[in-house]
């Protein structure tokens, strides 16, 4: 390879590492299941994720099995005071 075929080489590098930075998200799924003290599922019970930050709210529905889950859910750092 001469200089020039080294410096393209080195350019697509750079350019394909800042591509893949700016593609990081955080992002995460939350997952439980609703039982009574007795450990018995509760189905159609109404869950709610909220971020404190933005106020922003989601529901999930727990199905027959007493599962509820919150897929692809923006993860967002936060301090405490």
Known sequence: MNTRQHLVAILLLLVSLCVNAAAQDSRGSINGKITDPQDAVLPGVTVTLKNVA????????????????????????????
Do not use: A, H
């Open 54 to 81: 933005t106020n922003v709210e989601v529901t999930s529905v727990t199905n027959s099995d007493g599962n509820y889950s919150f897929l692809s859910w923006r993860l967002e750092s936060t301090q405490s005071p």
